[in-house]
């Protein structure tokens, strides 16, 4: 069956613009996180959507970063005015609702910003 | 808050010799423990995980780690390493209300023909 997708797989940005980081996660599953790996490190958590709505958006560095996930299916990871420092690649997951349960993964979204 | 370490950062071993890698964990209660695979240019994939019971949990791929709660650890073993193996592995922890996953810095294997 079709995994967890991200859209686009690279993208490259000039510093101060703002990008749209798109994740589809797999058909039935309640739980999506999106998380971000800089080089050379371990993914960070940045966002939880349990449906709809942002379980818990205590990973997102500042007021630049958004997300939504608007049908409780599709989501957009949304950064404004980029640095230098938001490249990195960006992670989607996605797993049904309960504590534990397997996160699935995305083969993830490499922004650069230049 | 939880946190995870993975002390070794690369690893290099010879193909057909046994694997450790180490993975100790901050958590107040019992966790739950996972390991995942990251091939170059693949997505990460689930290795295995603890949740309670055995100790000693078996993964795909060949792989088992142990569980010791009196060492706060969770390391990583395959008694026979493939070239395809070759990989950066995570360790992580959920912990708290969430199903957040907490990440270590991860180990880069190499295995030598």
């Known amino acids: 069956g079709a995994g967890v997708s991200q859209t686009p797989s690279n993208k490259v940005t000039e510093k101060g613009k703002y990008v749209e980081l798109r994740c589809d996660p797999i058909?039935?599953?309640?739980?999506l996180y999106w998380y971000r790996q800089s080089l050379g490190q371990g993914p960070e958590f940045l966002i939880y959507?349990?449906?709809?709505?942002?379980?818990?958006d205590s990973g997102l560095p500042n007021d630049r970063f958004f997300a939504v996930r608007p049908e409780g299916s599709v989501s957009t990871l949304k950064i404004q005015r980029t640095e230098r420092g938001d490249s990195a690649v960006y992670l989607c997951?996605?797993?049904?609702?309960?504590?534990?349960?397997?996160?699935?993964f995305g083969p993830g979204t490499r922004l650069t910003v230049t | 808050a939880q946190s995870v370490t993975q002390p070794d950062i690369h690893i290099t071993v010879s193909e057909g010799a046994s694997l450790e890698l180490r993975c100790n964990y901050s958590?107040?209660?019992?966790?739950?423990l996972f390991w995942y695979v990251q091939s170059p240019g693949q997505g990460l994939q689930l290795l295995l995980k603890?949740?309670?019971?055995?100790?000693l949990v078996q993964g795909i791929k060949g792989f088992e780690a142990e569980f010791k709660r009196s060492q706060s650890s969770f390391n990583l073993r395959k008694p026979s390493v493939h070239w395809s193996d070759a990989a950066e592995y995570f360790c992580?922890?959920?912990?708290?209300?969430?199903?957040?996953?907490?990440f270590g810095g991860g180990t880069r294997l190499m295995v030598k023909p």
């Open positions: 058909s039935g599953h309640t739980a």
């Open positions: 603890y949740f309670s019971g055995d100790t």
């Open positions: 959507f349990q449906g709809t709505g942002a379980a818990d």
């Open positions: 992580a922890v959920v912990g708290g209300a969430g199903n957040m996953l907490t």
């Open positions: 997951a996605s797993s049904f609702g309960s504590r534990g349960d397997e996160q699935y």
């Open positions: 958590y107040g209660a019992t966790p739950y």
